[in-house]
């Protein structure tokens, strides 16, 4: 089984790849149903490998240009206290619900891929700015969840950003990768110190993880984008419904 959970491992990161996200939401499955970690371990340790591949994607996306930085700081604030208030709630709840929830959030995901997400182009500036309490509650609920089941949110914050903060696709997905490094980093400052996590399978786990966005990424040419992502909507459909059915 361990042998299984580092080739998923490279799974993940060839989906990262491939994909530019969404990937990551299976690591916490992987850590948990395949390598046998405890949920409270899966979770903090998942913010981990999500923060690294990332920061590891955010700063290609900011070397090509396509962070925005000014819309990443008025997401930012109220995420990084949502992911800290998750991880607090993280602590105290039964793994069970944790597990539920995250069963949701992947059904949810799987939706979004199969809507295809939202490609528009920026929106023209709206007089009085941006809707700053619109912003404030997306960035606070998607950083609660990273905080609370370990996901990066991506899914969540390129049509939020699209939306409210008028990005391009491109523009969107650059600044959720530097969203999501800011909130698992929250989550898992607030994390250390109540969990003891292995460090070197966490180092692991990623390193093999990496290996898989570089190869995914030179894989790009080659793959039909849209089958392939339909085609990982319907696994992690078929994943969260398992997720939900196991209930531990």
């Known amino acids: 089984m361990i042998f299984l959970g580092y080739a998923l491992?490279?799974?993940?990161?060839?989906?990262?790849?491939?994909?530019?996200?969404?990937?990551?939401i299976l690591t916490v499955p992987v850590l948990h149903y395949v390598l046998a970690y405890p949920v409270k371990e899966a979770i903090p340790m998942s913010l981990v490998v999500v923060g690294l591949t990332s920061g590891f994607?955010?700063?290609s996306h900011w070397?090509?240009?396509?962070?925005?930085?000014?819309?990443?700081?008025?997401?930012?604030?109220?995420?990084?206290?949502?992911?800290?208030l998750g991880a607090e709630l993280g602590l105290h709840v039964a793994a069970a619900t944790q597990l539920a929830v995250f069963g949701v959030v992947m059904l949810a995901a799987a939706v979004s891929m199969l809507r295809?997400?939202?490609?528009?182009?920026?929106?023209?500036p709206r007089a009085g700015g941006?809707?700053?309490?619109?912003?404030t509650l997306i960035g606070a609920l998607v950083g609660l969840l990273t905080g609370f089941?370990?996901?990066?949110?991506?899914?969540?914050?390129?049509?939020?950003?699209?939306?409210?903060?008028?990005?391009?696709?491109?523009?969107?997905?650059?600044t959720s990768l530097v969203l999501i490094l800011l909130s698992c980093t929250a989550g898992l400052v607030r994390y250390s110190g109540h969990l003891e996590l292995e460090w070197?399978?966490?180092?692991?786990?990623?390193?093999?993880?990496f290996v898989g966005v570089a190869a995914g990424s030179r894989l790009v040419p080659y793959v039909s984008q849209q089958a392939l992502k339909k085609g990982f909507a319907v696994f992690l459909l078929l994943m969260g419904t398992l997720v939900l059915a196991l209930g531990r």
């Open 130 to 135: 941006h809707p700053l309490p619109f912003i």
């Open 63 to 84: 070397r090509a240009g396509t962070v925005r930085w000014r819309t990443a700081l008025a997401f930012g604030p109220p995420a990084i206290v949502g992911a800290v």
């Open 9 to 24: 491992a490279l799974l993940i990161g060839l989906s990262l790849g491939l994909l530019g996200g969404g990937g990551s």
């Open 116 to 124: 295809g997400g939202i490609e528009r182009a920026p929106s023209p």
């Open 149 to 174: 089941v370990g996901v990066g949110g991506g899914f969540l914050y390129v049509p939020a950003l699209t939306l409210l903060g008028g990005l391009a696709i491109k523009e969107a997905i650059g």
């Open 200 to 209: 070197p399978a966490i180092a692991l786990f990623a390193g093999i993880a």
């Open 57 to 59: 994607g955010a700063i």
